[in-house]
C-alpha cells in the first residue's frame, strides 16, 4: 500500500510539474531572466505550492504523532548555515539556471529525450553520486587535510 500511494503522490508531482511548465527549460530560463524576456508565471506555481503544502503541513505535523506510512517524519531539526549548505546550494543554483532543470522536472522531461535533459540528467545523477561518496571538505580541513 505504501508503493501504491508513493506512485500516486509521484504522478500527481509529475503531472503538475509538466502542466506548470516546469518541465520545459525555457521557460524556467525566462523565469530566471529578471533583466531579459521575464515569465512571472513560475512564481504562480511556486505560490500555488506553498499555499497548499504549508497549511497541509502544520495541519498533519499537529494532529499525528507519525505519518500515515513511516514510524516518525522526517523533518529537519538544525536551523544554522554552515558552509556546505551555502556551497551546494550555490552549485545547484548554478545548475539550475545553466540548464534550467531542478531534479524533479528534469527527470520528468527525460520521456521526451530532449538534448539538454540527455546531458543535464547524467550530470545530475554523477554529483548526487559524488555528495553521498565524498568526504565532507569541512571535516578535510578540521582534520588538516586540505588547507
Known sequence: MKQLFALLCGLIFGFGLIISGMSD???VLNFL????SWDPSLAFVIGGAVAVSAPGLAWVTR???????GDTFHLPTRTDL????????A???IGWGLGGFCPGPALTALPIAASGT???VPFMLGGMYL??????LALLGKKGLIQ
Do not use: E, Q, W, Y
Open 25 to 27: 527549460p525555457a521557460k
Open 82 to 89: 554552515d558552509p556546505n549548505l551555502l556551497t551546494g546550494a
Open 63 to 69: 494532529s499525528r504523532r507519525a505519518p500515515f506510512f
Open 131 to 136: 555528495a553521498r561518496h565524498t568526504p565532507d
Open 118 to 120: 540527455l546531458v543535464f
Open 33 to 36: 531572466d529578471v533583466f531579459g
Open 91 to 93: 552549485i545547484f543554483g
